[in-house]
């Protein structure tokens, strides 16, 4: 069993910026992939961005392409989102997710962080 702990959500006007954090713990952090996803109150959740093991390949969703970046470091145990120029539509708990099978199907799930963006 992973555990997965986010951060680093909270308030910010439209065009600001944010970076999310998620620490895990228990199993081999550096052999997962990673995904972050987000959902917006009365949504279904949505992919963000997905990271391999070695870093060597991310994708992201859309509607976030060009503005945010997912990173990790395995020594840490831990997979980043940095989110720039952020938009009202961009409100919605994220989520980490581990990946340890690299077949897009996620395991294990954190709890969330708000991320809420005022216009």
């Known amino acids: 069993q992973v555990q997965l702990v986010e951060s680093g959500g909270g308030l910010v006007q439209a065009g600001g910026s944010l970076r999310l954090s998620c620490v895990a713990s228990?199993?081999?952090?550096?052999?997962?992939?990673m995904g972050w996803f987000r959902q917006a109150p009365g949504k279904e959740r949505e992919f963000v961005a997905r990271?391999?093991?070695?870093?060597?390949?991310?994708s992201y969703a859309d509607s976030v392409k060009g503005r945010f970046t997912i990173s990790r470091d395995n020594a840490k145990k831990t997979v980043y989102l940095q989110m720039n120029s952020l938009k009202p539509e961009d409100t919605a708990v994220y989520y980490c997710?581990?990946?340890?099978?690299?077949?897009?199907?996620?395991?294990?799930w954190g709890q969330g962080t708000q991320v809420t963006v005022s216009s």
């Open positions: 228990g199993g081999i952090f550096s052999t997962y992939a």
């Open positions: 997710a581990t990946d340890r099978n690299w077949d897009s199907t996620y395991d294990d």
């Open positions: 990271i391999n093991w070695s870093s060597t390949t991310t």
